[in-house]
């Protein structure tokens, strides 16, 4: 739990709040005796011991989930230094994006076409009938607002560096976020699609990465002018759940893959109807 733990913050770009659950819940069942043992640790102190918890089963309680989307058009330009070894062309990337997180951080999001105080209940106002389907899950529509300049109130700071290239991550990201329909605030929901929306583009660039270096040529020049189609979003359904799971895939990447994947992954059959690409190819 904790290398796993350390393996997601390193790679994360956003931070968790102060008031953040540090717990994870360790599930192990018996496959002959259908025993559950649960345990929690605190991922926040590596000398913590493991502590005994309840695991009680709810019914209904997959489909007790509150949807929030967003569409968020990128237009990220990232410089290379020449002083960077081969570029570095990872290394920059993330540095670029780091950047770009904290835009998401500061922007303004509008829930159903207004503001919302981070205090307020999400279903606050809302009819039971709006925004939902038949399976019981409510949609809510949310616009990114991203501020173009920082305020009078920031001081900023320009340098010059000497370039020897750029990367330019540009089109549109589809993005979604799930809640329980427990009371939950604004500000959860916020945050919650907040981190999607960093995640998903972090995520794949690392995946187009682990691709280049597979199966680039390795006589490939450096200074030559390159287009990577970044992967495309997909959902698939969870059974029995209102949740949809989210993975990607390339173009040139055949059906029967992701569906395979989904075996390997969650012992779960996906059928091709189910797999809902959210994103053009040009995106």
């Not at 549109?172 to 959860?188: G, Q, S, T």
């Not at 680039?216 to 209102?242: D, M, T, W």
């Amino acid at each position: 739990i904790f290398s796993v733990e350390k393996s997601l913050t390193k790679r994360r770009l956003w931070k968790p709040a102060e008031e953040e659950v540090s717990e994870r819940a360790a599930l192990q069942i018996c496959s002959s005796t259908k025993k559950v043992v649960c345990r929690t640790y605190d991922v926040q102190d590596p000398k913590s011991s493991a502590k005994p918890a309840d695991w009680k089963y709810q019914s209904a309680l997959s489909a007790s989930w509150l949807a929030l989307s967003c569409t968020v058009n990128v237009n990220i330009h990232i410089p290379l230094l020449a002083t960077s070894p081969n570029h570095d062309l990872e290394k920059n990337t993330k540095n670029g994006l780091n950047r770009w997180s904290k835009q998401i951080e500061d922007s303004v999001f509008l829930i159903n076409g207004q503001v919302r105080g981070d205090d307020t209940e999400l279903l606050e106002g809302q009819k039971k009938s709006k925004g939902a389907t038949q399976s019981g899950t409510h949609f809510f529509d949310v616009k990114v607002l991203t501020q173009l300049s920082q305020g009078s109130s920031h001081r900023s700071t320009a340098a010059v560096q000497i370039c020897s290239g750029s990367i330019n991550l540009k089109g549109a990201v589809k993005c979604r976020a799930y809640m329980h329909n427990n009371k939950p605030k604004v500000k959860e929901a916020v945050q919650a699609l907040k981190r999607d929306i960093i995640n998903t583009l972090c995520d794949r660039c690392e995946i187009l990465f682990e691709d280049l270096i597979i199966n680039e040529a390795p006589h490939k020049k450096n200074f030559e002018r390159a287009y990577h189609v970044l992967p495309q979003r997909l959902f698939v359904p969870i059974a029995g759940s209102s949740v949809m799971l989210s993975d990607y895939k390339f173009g040139d990447e055949a059906t029967e893959e992701i569906q395979e994947r989904f075996v390997e992954m969650l012992d779960q059959s996906v059928q091709t109807k189910d797999i809902h690409i959210a994103e053009d190819i040009s995106t």
